[in-house]
């Protein structure tokens, strides 16, 4: 269904840009990360654009420009008790999360890029929880504790040994932590079918941890990237692959319970259809961020993206994705969203 929708968009766009479409080196990643609300605020690197290797020009060409609006729907609870029964630990996940991103990326050549990203978070009662029901009832996915609590309310919850350490109710947004990276590209010859990156980022605490809008910490990130295109057995078909660490910073909310350093990773898959349109597959995974008991804190996260690309023009391509949560509560169980992308 979702092919179909991206060839019928595809189709609209009519044939004039059909030989202008990029190449399959920008085609294979979707913006995505896990959105749980006390991971999203320390900056989960989403995977890489390997796009800046096509620059020409050492001066500066290209620059790309990306809008990605996503909601992600959760609904979680759980408890952690120590050996005397006694409750250490109580949490409760329910609302969703608007997340406006607004990114820009320059290539210093053919080699290194600059890139910065400046996101909007909003957190919201939302009204998508029967549909996300009905969703999860026609794939016999799982619907998480759905069927506990009323729908379409806000309460994020989380305390220790009876001691309140996060709570918010109401409807609230605001700027994001803004982050920054460079990238490296290994330099190979022409004919080469496989792609080296290195990527280094710094978040910094421009969001307000009161709002969950920021972790009220810098961070920093490490990652490697590889990339195949152009294969000669499978020339539709590219992969890549991402491995990295995350540093967590020393202050900020629940500096206590956070642990210094977690792992993250990702593999993704395109397959292009046509000269426009591409269908991508993407598995993005993390070590857990907390010292906790509870799933949606203590527990690794793993989330499965679907979607694709349409190449609108030889400027605009548009992405349309959703994800599921592969490891439940650790990650939203549902995400939708559509990202823009321009290159001049």
Known sequence: MLAAMLIGLSSLCGPV???????????????VSNRNPLVQIHGLPVAPTLAFTQASKP??????????????SLSSQSSAQNAEGNTVENITFDGELFRTELGIMLALGPHSAL???????A?????????????????GLPNGNRDQRAQDLLLYDYQVNGVQRVLLERNT???GDFQLAWLYALPTHKEAKWLHSLR???????????????SGATSASVDWTVGQWNSERWPRLSGQTTLGALWLGNTGLLKDLRKDWAGYGSGSI?????QRTTIKCQLDLHSSLYRSATDELGNVGGQLALGGSVQLSHRFTADLYFTED????SSPDFGLGVALHYRP
């Open 17 to 31: 840009y059909a030989e202008q479409a990029t190449s399959g080196i920008n085609q294979v990643t979707l913006p």
């Open 59 to 72: 001066n500066g060409s290209p620059l790309s420009l990306s809008l990605n609006l996503a909601n992600y």
């Open 115 to 121: 890139s910065a990203t400046l996101p909007y978070i």
């Open 123 to 139: 957190h919201h009662s939302g009204n998508s929880d029967q549909p996300i029901e009905q969703w999860h009832s026609i794939f």
């Open 173 to 175: 947004s605001g700027v």
């Open 200 to 214: 280094m980022s710094i978040k910094l605490p421009t969001g307000d941890e009161a709002r969950l809008t920021g």
């Open 270 to 274: 395109a397959y292009r259809l046509g």
């Open 326 to 329: 592969i490891v439940t509560s």
